[in-house]
């Protein structure tokens, strides 16, 4: 990357608050130190105030003229990302419990290669920083065309169901909340590798007041997430006038990670909010 993008990509991180380009300092240090002991605890680590607020507005402003190309979902699944449940198992059992699934999403292809969300995305500073705190030997921005950075927007009456993560860390930026609704919620490391406890996980779905957590994320937040053993959803939005907007970051350990083409297929499948009458009134100005 061209010193000139090193520094676009510095200008918009509060490196005083959180060094990343300088893990070599005890700031620096601390910071990954502290990042990885709240993964290992709470499956969740959060730094509030890491976009500075020029770039929350960058990253937003860019996303505008790309909304009429964002694919749309509306789908309803189990937990398991099934369509259908167990039918030799209680209706209210979590294999059957069905979830609605809807929102948008700018995909990685559609972003300008040098603006800030892409930018940021393939600093190598970030990029050493996720491996550090993830623990591994090599980290690098995931390759795929279509999932390698995307952008979910969620307006009023959306919603990401409950669900496992398929891979072990996620990286993700909130840009805007909604006037209502719309907070991630989670169950950390609620299974293991050998038990669903399923037990444990139907309190979650039928009681989340009481038994999910609701980290407070306010806009510029970066937040390192081990979704595959920790249940999770985004609530329902509720009344808003602006959509809850978030980046997200895929990073791999293999130089030449991309997505199945499944995944691919699925994208194509789908409408996008320039065809969709009530969705594009809902999201495009």
């Known amino acids: 990357m061209p010193v000139t993008c090193n520094a676009m990509a510095m200008g918009l991180v509060d490196t005083e608050r959180y060094p990343i380009h300088d893990l070599t300092s005890p700031a620096g240090q601390a910071l990954v130190a502290q990042c990885r002991r709240d993964l290992a605890e709470h499956a969740l680590c959060s730094l509030p105030g890491f976009l500075r607020p020029e770039a929350i507005r960058q990253m937003l402003d860019e996303a505008q003229p790309l909304m009429p190309d964002a694919v749309y979902t509306d789908t ?6 099934q369509p259908a449940g167990d039918d030799s198992l209680p209706p209210d059992h979590p294999r059957n419990v069905i979830f609605p699934n809807r929102f948008a999403r700018i995909i990685n292809h559609c972003f300008p ?10 600093w190598p500073a970030l990029t050493e920083f996720v491996r550090q705190v993830f623990g591994a030997e090599t980290m690098y921005p995931s390759q795929c065309p279509h999932l390698a950075m995307t952008m979910k927007i969620e307006g009023e009456g959306d919603t990401d169901g409950w669900h496992y993560d398929g891979n072990d860390g996620v990286i993700s930026l909130l840009l805007q909340k909604p006037d209502e609704g719309g907070e991630f919620e989670y169950a950390p490391y609620i299974r293991t590798l050998e038990d669903e406890r399923l037990d444990d996980v139907a309190k979650v779905l039928h009681d989340p007041d009481r038994h999910a957590k609701r980290p407070p994320l306010e806009p510029g937040t970066f937040v390192f997430f081990n979704g595959n053993l920790s249940l999770h959803r985004v609530a329902p939005v509720g009344k808003t006038v602006k959509p809850r907007m978030i980046l997200l970051y895929s990073f791999d350990r293999s130089p030449n990670f991309v997505f199945p083409d499944r995944a691919a297929e699925n994208l194509r499948s789908l409408p996008r909010l320039r065809d969709l009458t009530r969705e594009r009134e809902r999201f495009i100005a």
Do not use: K, Q
């Not at 309803?76 to 990302?81: A, D, M, V, Y």
């Open 76 to 81: 309803r699944r189990n937990l398991f990302f």
């Open 113 to 122: 290669n040098e603006g800030p969300s892409r930018t940021l995305f393939l």
